[in-house]
Every structure is written in C-alpha cells, then in structure tokens.
C-alpha cells in the first residue's frame, strides 16, 4: 500500500497510519494538507486515523471514484471553473483555450507511457484510440486539439498568437504533477487517474449529487459561435464513454487502493489547473 500523499509504499493501513501521524508531527505540508483535506483538521492519534482512512477508501473503486470527484468538483459551492463554465463568457473561454492547449499534449503524453508500460491489450488500444481523436484526429474529424485552437480562433484570437502562448505558471506546475504520477504509478492506475479527470464533462454528474453539469447544456444550442459548440459538444458527447470505460479496465487490472490514491492526486494538480484557465481569463479581461 502505498502512502496517499508523498505515495512512498507504507504498507497496512496501520503502517500507513503511523506514517501520516509521524509525519504530520513533524509539520510536513504535504501530509498535513492531505489529512486536512480528506480525513480532519483536528490532530488525530494513530488508531483514529486508522479507522478513518479505511473509511475514506473502502468501496468499489470505479463508483468510489465517480462519488469523489462529484463532491470535489461539483460539491456546494463547485469547483469555481465549473460555476464560471454556467454561461462562460469570451475571456473564460479564450482562458480554456489558451491552457489546455497545454494540457491535451500532456494529455497524449501521460496515455503514451501507459501504452509503452502496460501488458495489458485492451488498456494499450484504448489509449491508441484516445491519443487519435485528442491528436491527431479520425474518420475524417479533426482532433481535439484542432476544435480548441478553432474555438480560440473564432472568439478573435489568431492561430499564431493561441500556439505561441506559454502556460500560466499554475497549469505549468499541475502538467508537472501529472507528468511524474504518469511515470510513478502503475500504468494501469496511470489510466485510471488520468481518465478520471475526463469526469468532468460527464453528463450523469447529477445522478451523484451534483448542482450543475460542466455546462450549461443549453450553450450547445445558442448564443455562442459554432466552434464554442463543436469543441464542447465533442467532451459532452464522448466523455461519458471514455471516462467509465477507462474506469472499468483500471478497476478491472489496477490496484484498488494505488487507483484511488492516483485519482485523488490526479485531481488535486487538475483542480489548480482549472484555476489557471481562470488566471488566463482574468488577465485577458
């Protein structure tokens, strides 16, 4: 078992305990933050934490997964991005394109290790497919990255200016995170992780509790330019099936509990992310 925050291999639940105990003693940031944020702000002995660790982690990962991510990002109040997303405006969407540009090619990236690591057959055509339709494009559809810069492109930004943007220091910092999880992890829990990030344009959102979707549906059908519609229309559509399929392998072949501890820091470089796009936003306004 690995640790949940610095994911050196601790062992039981009770060795993990231990660890995250001694190391909070020792005020190390990243052991304090993960127990603040997910099990409690208040100083816990070790049995306690025991107890509520394996709280935190039990259930089937793909639904553990799909429940987790709902309450981060789509809790009350949700992610901030998400409540910018309801009716976004220009500069919240040139801020979209202008660092995901950046993100889809770490994107392609991360799946290509777990291609060139897994023995797993279906995991490694997954991920052929998925690096096709985000890169390089298929049956006659520009790839993902293209329908971005065309949106960017629509709502008055040249071509030139979108690729020759650098990332904001935040998105810099997450694609960094990202980069060392996908050489760090089991390529299974590598997929799993990154896929879950996917669940953010997942319509059945709600069924877990959420407030709102990523967007406002009814954005795919007025008031915005026709590549704003093609670019989010593609997520809304395909992000369902991508996202669950890719859970169900991860579930089916990843560790249970390094798949977990991979979504949730996984999450934690996305949502900075998310906030770049609106740092970017910002700036252009």
């Given at each position: 078992?690995?640790?949940?925050?610095?994911?050196?291999?601790?062992?039981?639940?009770d060795?993990?305990?231990?660890?995250?105990?001694?190391?909070?003693y020792?005020?190390?940031?990243?052991?304090?933050?993960?127990?603040?944020?997910?099990?409690?702000?208040?100083?816990?002995?070790?049995?306690?934490?025991?107890?509520?660790?394996?709280?935190?982690?039990?259930?089937?990962?793909?639904?553990?997964?799909?429940?987790?991510?709902?309450?981060?990002?789509f809790?009350?109040?949700?992610?901030?991005?998400?409540?910018?997303?309801?009716?976004?405006?220009?500069?919240?969407?040139?801020?979209?394109?202008?660092?995901?540009?950046?993100f889809?090619?770490?994107?392609?990236?991360?799946?290509?290790?777990?291609?060139?690591?897994?023995?797993?057959?279906?995991?490694?055509?997954?991920?052929?497919?998925?690096?096709?339709?985000?890169?390089?494009?298929?049956?006659?559809?520009?790839?993902?990255?293209?329908?971005?810069?065309?949106?960017?492109?629509?709502?008055?930004?040249?071509?030139?200016?979108?690729?020759?943007?650098?990332?904001?220091?935040?998105?810099?910092?997450?694609?960094?995170?990202?980069?060392?999880?996908s050489?760090?992890?089991?390529?299974?829990?590598?997929?799993?992780?990154?896929?879950?990030?996917?669940?953010?344009?997942?319509?059945?959102?709600?069924?877990?509790?959420?407030?709102?979707?990523?967007?406002?549906?009814?954005?795919l059908?007025?008031?915005?330019?026709?590549?704003?519609?093609?670019?989010?229309?593609?997520?809304?559509?395909?992000?369902?099936?991508?996202?669950?399929?890719?859970?169900?392998?991860?579930?089916?072949?990843?560790?249970?509990?390094?798949?977990?501890?991979?979504?949730?820091?996984?999450?934690?470089?996305?949502?900075?992310?998310?906030?770049?796009?609106?740092?970017?936003?910002?700036?252009?306004?």
């Amino acid at each position: 078992m690995i640790c949940p925050a610095c994911l050196n291999e601790v062992g039981d639940y009770d060795s993990t305990a231990s660890h995250m105990v001694r190391e909070a003693y020792r005020s190390d940031v990243i052991h304090v933050m993960w127990l603040n944020r997910n099990i409690s702000k208040k100083r816990m002995e070790v049995e306690e934490v025991r107890v509520r660790l394996e709280e935190f982690f039990r259930g089937e990962p793909k639904e553990w997964i799909m429940r987790r991510f709902v309450e981060r990002f789509f809790g009350d109040p949700p992610h901030p991005f998400v409540e910018a997303m309801q009716r976004p405006t220009r500069e919240v969407l040139l801020g979209y394109v202008l660092e995901h540009q950046h993100f889809l090619r770490q994107w392609v990236i991360s799946l290509s290790t777990v291609i060139s690591r897994t023995k797993v057959e279906e995991i490694r055509r997954m991920e052929a497919e998925n690096i096709t339709e985000e890169y390089v494009g298929c049956e006659g559809r520009p790839p993902h990255l293209e329908l971005l810069i065309r949106m960017g492109v629509a709502l008055g930004m040249r071509r030139e200016d979108i690729v020759n943007t650098p990332p904001l220091k935040r998105t810099r910092d997450a694609l960094a995170e990202l980069d060392r999880l996908s050489r760090t992890l089991s390529p299974e829990a590598v997929s799993g992780a990154m896929h879950s990030l996917e669940l953010i344009a997942h319509r059945g959102v709600r069924d877990y509790g959420a407030k709102y979707t990523y967007f406002d549906p009814s954005i795919l059908k007025s008031g915005y330019p026709r590549e704003v519609v093609e670019f989010l229309r593609e997520g809304y559509d395909k992000d369902v099936k991508h996202s669950e399929y890719a859970l169900e392998l991860a579930s089916e072949h990843a560790d249970p509990h390094e798949l977990k501890v991979g979504a949730l820091k996984a999450w934690e470089a996305f949502d900075s992310y998310l906030l770049a796009r609106l740092e970017r936003a910002r700036s252009l306004g």
